[in-house]
């Protein structure tokens, strides 16, 4: 089966959302934001429309990833990176490549467009093999100064962050609102909340600092 990627237009936006839905639910907590996240990243100032792919399999839209600008914040001055996520694959057309090809093409187009580097909160095992390191490497912390394992940085180009360190900002936009996740929620089919396995992992994950 052939993967596809193009960019997202207007006319995906509500099966991205949904998809994205399926792809995080109960995966993090029980339930998930990320779809209000997806629908929200669109109209904010921060969204990079030409990094915001989908991907086809079997010409079926099965995945979706969302960049936005961030900032490093280093005494007072402010560096213009760039942050994905989310990164969804429909969970029966995960593994077979799809979120690979989606952040291979878009690490490269992010390159051309000159950017100097991608900073993400990620699994760190999943992420190392498209570059992706411990950001402890760079200096680069979280808003408390400290460096969570899950805060990945990956330069686009050799040196690219050299005299760049200090605090990483992913802007209040991917902060969710409880209230109104709720709300946004009632749109979609109702889904039974439950309590995983992959949820402990990623409590793991996001309370491990190095
Ligand atoms: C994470 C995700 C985007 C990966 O997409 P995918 O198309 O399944 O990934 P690929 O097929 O390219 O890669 C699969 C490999 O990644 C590994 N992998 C997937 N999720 C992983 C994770 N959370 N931690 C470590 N490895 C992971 C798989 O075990 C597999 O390993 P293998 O190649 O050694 O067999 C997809 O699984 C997904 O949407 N998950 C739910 C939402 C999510 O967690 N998004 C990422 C948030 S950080």
Excluded at 35 to 59: I, Q, S
Excluded at 80 to 85: E, K, S, Y
Excluded at 94 to 102: D, M
Excluded at 171 to 178: T, V
Aim: charged share 35%; aromatic share 12%; hydrophobic share 35%.
């Amino acid at each position: 089966m052939e993967i596809k990627l193009r960019l997202e237009e207007e006319k995906d936006y509500r099966l991205i959302e949904e998809l994205t839905r399926e792809a995080f639910w109960n995966v993090h907590f029980p339930g998930c934001g990320e779809h209000l996240l997806v629908h929200k990243l669109r109209k904010a100032d921060e969204f990079v429309k030409g990094l915001d792919f989908v991907a086809l399999y079997d010409n079926k839209i099965a995945g979706n990833i969302v960049y936005a600008k961030a900032k490093v914040k280093d005494n007072g001055k402010e560096h213009t990176v760039l942050t994905f996520g989310p990164v969804s694959v429909l969970p029966e057309y995960q593994n077979r490549g799809i979120g690979s090809k989606l952040i291979n093409h878009t690490v490269k187009l992010s390159k051309e467009m000159g950017y100097k580097a991608i900073i993400i909160y990620g699994y760190p095992e999943y992420y190392k093999k498209f570059g992706f390191t411990a950001s402890k490497e760079k200096e680069i912390t979280n808003s408390e100064k400290k460096y969570p394992a899950a805060l990945l940085v990956l330069e686009l180009y050799p040196n690219a962050l050299n005299g760049i360190k200090g605090v990483f900002d992913e802007g209040a936009i991917y902060e969710i609102n409880e209230k109104e996740l709720e709300e946004f929620d009632k749109e979609f089919d109702k889904k039974e909340k439950t309590v995983t396995k992959s949820q402990e992992k990623f409590m793991e994950t996001a309370t491990k600092f190095l």
